[in-house]
């Protein structure tokens, strides 16, 4: 058992840290840098972009579409996502691939453009005419369970960590930091 | 250990409990767990993370309008499904015991509550509870807790406001948590990270308590070693060991005198249907096709509010911070249709983020309007469960699946589950006297969730009749000599209260007995 005291004095550090092709970074440090996709597509990659930051206001900053994107090739007993206890079999690439096809199908359907081009008026109308029910023609996952479990993966990177926390005025009050962080090692208090 | 006296299927809150006891008693224990042994260091404070905590084994094949969740009520690891709850250990009351015999309807247990009363005694001993015995007017008789209640915080304080105003009581809720140094482990400080393991020790998971006792008494622990088959004697009626497959994937026999099969309460049916023999063409205690049968979860009524107040949401324990079991009487609803006990777990300590956190309570929010809400629910949040008992139907049902196996070639399980119309309506009844509590309570807003399902119980139902049950009052399975299973599978009624401290006083009963009778496992049933 470790002495609880030990465990405190490495709180407030604590982060979303994952490995992305042996580079230990946060979602949002990802992002800043530039990542690049290597499970999903290009055209998928900006779509969980765009469908992240409509969803929760900072997701792509936060790093929605790296979050994704390595989450998607990890291991299933590595995984983070929520996704694991909604009663969906791993592997997840396949449901959040149907689901994002379906999303852009509809986008095209009815405004004629790619979701992440539309303005932020025609988005709303978009989310909000899957979010509750399932719209005629609609081909991939139910619709409001996409919706859920995305929107979900969002709050998960906006509100999930210490930043969304302390963004809230919420204490995070760690016991235990995110192990294996070296690049932060210089600044844990 | 190459031949230990007693195997212990899975490491979680029965399995650690006999594993301990029988241990302690001279006998040479193996625990098999299918799961890793993550370690404490493993329990990081971490919404994202807690959920390597939860089950990520062969995947349950879910049916029926009310699904069981089973990746998320069930666990894979050491401490099993126990290293992330909530440990809030109500006891059942008499009146759960007898529930066809007093009102028609249900199941009956072969045990009363006066069979049960010293372990639920002991276990408390052994892990430490917090509560208020003198304000929970509705505790059954028991030694006192050995621990004062649980404090209240301002959420607590604020939703009681509600309760009173009701007339309603509420009291500390019962939290196998330390809210004093206990056992040498050092009291809570209320954070809320119970779900993500505990690594402080002051939450009484298997790590802290139970798994620390059978080691030191000599049990040995074996992970990733997924047990696929019971070995049974050619007479098909003495266990004699089980199969297994270790972590490289080689299968694997081991052989012993006493064979317990502690798993999840899924897992445990699971196994028992594919121990399949010319004597048991049905599988293990199955031959009044009673196996896996009365599979019931109970519905989560999950109730919400915005306050004035900074309700301090994230201070407490998961679980929370008082109860109320003014509706436990089963017909205290009848007028609606309705049939049961439920209870409140109120003011539970939430997250932003996560399946139980703030964010998703209001899934039909996105955009600036969620982020308003966050904004505003960080402040004054609060809500409350109840937990409502589920009626046992035999059609809720866990069998294996016809064509699907996992990669060991055992058949997948395949769980049907539909709550009982009765139980729908205690539900809805719960919900409605829960808005009206948040509204008493000057909520500025309220609303509520989906029937959420948690806690597995059933599918080994213990009883006197080997026709309609599985196995007997200590989990013996019926017709068979010294195979035995723990957990709330034995459960034939849910009750309105929360099962990990009934699995552990059936558990600590069943370990009485076999350290009673040592060595006669092999003698006539």
């Not at chain 1, 690049?183 to 208090?189: F, N």
Request: hydrophobic share 40%.
């Amino acid at each position: 058992m470790p002495d609880r005291r030990t465990l405190l004095r490495g709180a407030g550090a604590a982060g979303l840290a994952l490995n992305f092709g042996g580079w230990l970074a946060t979602p949002r440090e990802a992002w800043a840098a530039g990542y690049e996709p290597s499970v999903l597509t290009d055209q998928e990659f900006k779509l969980t972009v765009a469908l992240g930051e409509a969803l929760v206001p900072g997701a792509a900053a936060a790093g929605i579409a790296p979050y994704l994107d390595q989450q998607l090739g990890a291991a299933r007993s590595e995984t983070l996502l929520m996704i694991q206890y909604l009663g969906v079999e791993a592997p997840y690439l396949d449901f959040y691939r149907a689901g994002l096809a379906a999303v852009e199908g509809l986008a095209q359907q009815s405004q004629g453009r790619p979701f992440a081009d539309l303005s932020a008026d025609r988005q709303t109308a978009t989310l909000g005419s899957f979010a509750g029910a399932q719209p005629e023609g609609w081909e991939g996952p139910p619709s409001p369970f996409f919706y859920f479990v995305f929107r979900s993966d969002a709050t998960d990177v906006v509100y999930g960590t210490p930043e969304g926390f302390s963004d809230l005025g919420t204490p995070y009050s760690a016991h235990i930091v995110p192990p294996d962080e070296p690049w932060r090692s210089g600044t844990q208090q | 250990m190459t031949s230990p006296d007693v195997i212990v299927v899975g490491s979680g809150a029965s399995g650690s409990l006999l594993a301990a006891k029988l241990a302690e008693s001279g006998r040479k224990v193996l625990i098999l767990e299918a799961g890793p042994d993550r370690g404490e260091q493993a329990m990081i404070s971490s919404t994202l993370y807690a959920r390597r905590w939860k089950w990520n084994g062969a995947p349950v094949v879910e049916e029926g309008k009310n699904p069981i969740g089973h990746g998320f009520n069930a666990g894979l690891g050491v401490g099993g499904a126990a290293s992330h709850h909530y440990a809030v250990w109500p006891r059942m009351h008499a009146s759960d015991f007898s529930v066809r015999a007093q009102h028609g309807v249900g199941l009956d247990w072969p045990i009363d509550y006066d069979d049960l009363r010293p372990y639920y005694d002991q276990v408390q001993h052994d892990c430490g509870i917090a509560g208020d015995e003198k304000q929970e007017k509705w505790r059954p008789p028991g030694a006192p807790y050995p621990m004062p209640g649980v404090p209240m915080f301002s959420q607590g304080r604020v939703l009681k406001r509600g309760f009173d105003a009701l007339g309603m009581t509420t009291a500390p809720l019962p939290l196998a948590v330390t809210t004093t140094n206990y056992n040498d482990r050092d009291a809570c400080i209320w954070d809320g990270w119970c779900d993500a393991g505990c690594p402080i020790g002051a939450l009484a998971n298997p790590q802290t308590v139970y798994l620390p006792r059978a080691k030191a008494a000599g049990a040995e622990l074996r992970v990733r070693a997924e047990v696929t088959r019971v070995l049974m004697d050619s007479q098909g009626r003495r266990a004699t060991g089980v199969e297994y497959v270790d972590a490289d994937g080689a299968t694997k026999t081991v052989s012993a005198g006493l064979v317990i099969l502690a798993a999840f309460a899924v897992q445990n049916v699971r196994l028992l249907l594919h121990s399949t023999s010319d004597r048991h063409p049905q599988g293990l205690g199955n031959a009044g096709d009673a196996l896996g049968r009365y599979i019931m979860c109970h519905s989560a009524a999950l109730v919400y509010g915005l306050f004035e107040e900074n309700t301090t949401h994230y201070l407490g324990a998961f679980g929370g911070q008082l109860v109320c079991q003014d509706s436990y009487p089963k017909q205290t609803h009848a007028e609606a249709g309705a049939f049961g006990s439920y209870q409140w777990m109120i003011a539970q300590a939430v997250k932003p983020n996560d399946l139980l956190g703030i964010a998703p309570t209001r899934p039909d929010l996105f955009g600036k309007p969620l982020a308003d809400f966050m904004q505003r629910a960080a402040k004054g949040f609060g809500s409350m469960t109840g937990v409502i008992e589920d009626l046992p139907v035999a059609d809720n049902r866990i069998t294996l699946h016809a064509d699907r196996k996992d990669a060991n070639g055992v058949p997948l399980a395949r769980a049907v589950h539909t709550c009982h119309p009765k139980t729908n309506a205690l539900w809805q009844a719960a919900l409605e006297e829960g808005k009206r509590i948040f509204q008493a309570a000057d909520a500025t807003e309220v609303w509520t969730g989906p029937q959420g399902m948690m806690h597995i119980m059933g599918g080994t139902v213990m009883g006197a009749d080997p026709e309609s049950s599985v196995t007997d009052s200590y989990g013996r399975v019926h017709g068979l000599r010294n195979l035995y299973v723990a957990g709330p599978g034995l459960f034939p009624t849910s009750a309105g209260v929360n099962p990990t401290f009934t699995v552990k006083a059936l558990a600590a009963r069943t370990a009485a007995r076999l350290i009673d009778r040592q060595g006669t496992e092999n003698a006539a049933p």
